[in-house]
C-alpha cells in the first residue's frame, strides 16, 4: 500500500523528532531558573562556582546580591527574593539554593507569601534552628555593627527569627558541613558536629524533604564539587544522591 505523499511526510518529520529526543542527551529542564541566594558577611561573588556548574548542568540561573549587614531578615527578604523572581522571567518553575542566612530569607518570605511557581530548594548549612556563635558573640561591644540587624536575630534564644517561622511547606533539601576550620568556636561553643558556624543538628528543620551531611566546612561548602554535584542531583530528583552498597 503506497500512503499519500502528506501522510508519509508527516510520518517521516514524526520519525525523525522522536529519533532526534531519544538520542538527545538528558539535561536539565531547559524552562526552570534556579535563584541563588548568598548567607551573611557574603555576596553574590561567593556563589560563581555554583552558577557556573549549575549553567553547565542547563540550568538557567540567576545570582542575586544583597546587602546582608544593612537591614533586618524580613526586610531583605522582601527586597531580594521577589527580585529573584523577577529575574527569571517567565521561567516555568524557580529552584532556589541558598547558603546559610540566604536559606532564612526565603523561610520568612514564604511564612508570608507565596510563590507561584515554585519549585525545589536547597538549603547549605542553614541556621536553621539559630547558631550559638551568635549567642556567644551577641554581647561583644562590636558584634551589633559588624553582623548588622539581620546577623543579630540568627541566634538561638527569645529573638531568633529561624526559630519563630515554624516548618517548612515547600520542597527542601538540605546539606550540612561537618568540618570546621574554626577549632576555637567548634570545641567551646558548638556543642556538637558543625561545620565552624551551624551545628549539623540546627540545620534541620520540620518538614523538610532530604538532609545530607557532608565533609565540607560553611564558609567553602557552597564552592565544593561534591556539594555543587548534590545541588544539582536534589535539583533534579527531588532528593539526594547516595552511594548503592
Not at 542575586?64 to 549587614?69: A, K, L
Not at 515554624?166 to 568556636?185: M, R, Y
Request: hydrophobic residues 45%; proline residues 5%; charged residues 20%.
Amino acid at each position: 500500500m503506497r500512503w499519500p505523499r502528506s501522510v508519509s511526510s508527516l510520518y517521516r518529520a514524526g520519525f525523525f523528532v522522536a529519533c532526534c529526543l531519544l538520542l538527545t542527551p538528558a539535561s536539565a529542564d531547559d524552562a526552570a531558573c534556579v535563584a541563588l541566594l548568598h548567607g551573611l558577611w557574603r555576596t553574590e561573588g561567593s556563589m560563581e562556582r555554583m552558577q557556573h556548574d549549575l549553567v553547565e548542568a542547563g540550568f538557567t540561573v540567576r545570582n542575586i546580591g544583597y546587602d546582608s549587614t544593612e537591614k533586618t531578615i524580613e526586610e531583605l527578604a522582601v527586597e531580594a527574593v521577589p527580585r529573584a523572581v523577577d529575574a527569571c522571567g517567565d521561567a516555568s518553575r524557580i529552584h532556589f539554593v541558598t547558603h546559610s542566612m540566604g536559606g532564612i530569607l526565603l523561610r520568612q518570605y514564604l511564612a508570608e507569601h507565596d510563590i507561584d511557581r515554585l519549585g525545589r530548594v536547597v538549603m547549605l548549612g542553614p541556621p536553621n534552628q539559630g547558631s550559638e556563635v551568635v549567642d556567644f558573640y551577641h554581647d561583644f561591644p562590636a558584634f551589633e555593627w559588624f553582623a548588622g540587624p539581620a546577623g543579630l536575630e540568627l541566634g538561638t534564644g527569645e529573638a531568633s527569627i529561624p526559630r519563630s517561622l515554624g516548618p517548612v511547606h515547600f520542597d527542601v533539601g538540605v546539606i550540612a558541613g561537618t568540618q570546621s576550620i574554626n577549632l576555637i568556636l567548634s570545641g567551646l561553643v558548638l556543642p556538637d558536629a558543625d561545620d565552624g558556624k551551624v551545628t549539623v543538628d540546627a540545620t534541620r528543620v520540620a518538614g523538610m524533604n532530604d538532609h545530607l551531611e557532608m565533609p565540607v566546612t560553611h564558609v567553602f561548602m557552597m564552592r565544593d564539587p561534591g556539594v555543587i554535584e548534590q545541588v544539582v542531583y536534589y535539583l533534579e530528583n527531588g532528593h539526594f544522591q547516595r552511594a548503592v552498597n
